[in-house]
């Protein structure tokens, strides 16, 4: 079977990890094609993968009048990158197109040519705001096939949608279990207000008054590495809170960590938070809904209220001065994310690709 992946770049972000493990999973026994953007691509990629790089069109330049932001949400780059969908799907005729995220889905609703059409949403669609959700149910209302992490956002959209939905989690793997030896707290996720990495360093802000030992450290990229930044100084936690980037040994950086702390607003299934729980890091997390349905009624990681900083730092806490208790969260935790293991979850899209 020849398959064709469109994602927007591949430069981390989980649903990039996503692709990385799917497209190598699968090219054991198939033609897998990648079309991405020509950027930095920062997770390994199998030989056997093929990448087409698609070419960014020109915008209009809007901001003159206040409307820069409509550059990216045009119906016209959405067309022109449709339209090299396109063109290389004529040429390699794949079997099956999988888009992951709003632009590639809208890219594969608008692009023609055969194949089945199957459209992946990574996030909370109403949380990212009315236009992201109408952009995710016109694609889905065209696809054939629509992959969701979980129930609760598969019941976000109407019957017309969910009667082709599949519910299929995220695959994960680490590369190293976790020592625990040290006083680090940890994070991993792209500096976006999404993970509200704020609330988590005003936690912590807190939490170091009586724990002057403990550093944080917070692994990822995004744009607002400066708002953070003037944060930590503004609080004078110099030499306390670390933005340490994305690495590409984010498992061997953190495995030393006392703790792994999750501040997201609201996600998708959390791929950091599960591969800290396979590797046996003791977690705690804001009560989010792709995290309640990911956890069921099991104990494997603490929960916090959302943006509740006084109840975060209250777990931090309790994680800190009770080694008992951490090892009983790392023992669940890793019970629970093996259910998301590579071994897992690839046999859920093969099922998917190849049922009639």
Aim: net charge neutral; charged share 25%.
């Amino acid at each position: 079977m020849k398959i064709l992946i469109v994602i927007s770049n591949m430069f981390g972000g989980g649903a990039q990890r996503v692709v990385s493990r799917l497209a190598n999973a699968l090219s054991v026994d198939n033609d897998v094609l990648i079309m991405t953007s020509p950027t930095e691509r920062a997770y390994p990629l199998s030989g056997n993968v093929r990448i087409f790089n698609m070419v960014e069109p020109e915008v209009l330049d809007l901001s003159r009048f206040g409307l820069a932001r409509l550059n990216m949400m045009s119906i016209r780059r959405s067309l022109a990158l449709s339209w090299q969908l396109k063109e290389l799907k004529k040429h390699e005729k794949p079997d099956v197109t999988i888009s992951f995220l709003d632009y590639p889905n809208m890219m594969n609703a608008f692009a023609g040519g055969g194949g089945l059409k199957i459209m992946s949403e990574r996030n909370n669609p109403q949380r990212k705001g009315w236009i992201y959700y109408l952009k995710e149910l016109f694609s889905f209302s065209i696809g054939n096939k629509i992959v969701f992490q979980t129930e609760a956002v598969k019941n976000m959209f109407p019957f017309w949608i969910r009667r082709k939905a599949f519910i299929i989690p995220n695959p994960v793997q680490v590369e190293c279990l976790a020592s625990c030896c040290s006083k680090k707290i940890v994070t991993v996720g792209r500096l976006h207000q999404q993970k509200n990495h704020v609330l988590l360093i005003k936690a912590f802000a807190q939490f170091s008054v009586t724990h002057p030992s403990h550093t944080l450290h917070i692994y990822g990229k995004d744009y607002g590495e400066c708002r953070l930044d003037s944060l930590i100084k503004g609080m004078s936690l110099e030499g306390k809170v670390f933005l340490e980037g994305f690495r590409d040994d984010v498992h061997e950086a953190i495995a030393d960590a006392e703790q792994f702390v999750f501040s997201s607003d609201y996600e998708g299934t959390p791929n950091a938070l599960l591969e800290a729980m396979m590797m046996g890091l003791p977690c705690i997390s804001t009560d989010f809904e792709g995290v309640r349905e990911m956890l069921g009624d099991s104990e494997a990681c603490r929960l916090v209220p959302v943006g509740d900083e006084l109840e975060l730092v209250k777990a931090m806490n309790a994680f800190a001065d009770d080694e008992v208790l951490r090892r009983g969260y790392s023992e669940r935790g890793m019970r629970l994310a093996e259910e998301y293991s590579l071994e897992k979850v690839i046999p859920q899209w093969r099922s998917l690709l190849f049922r009639k």
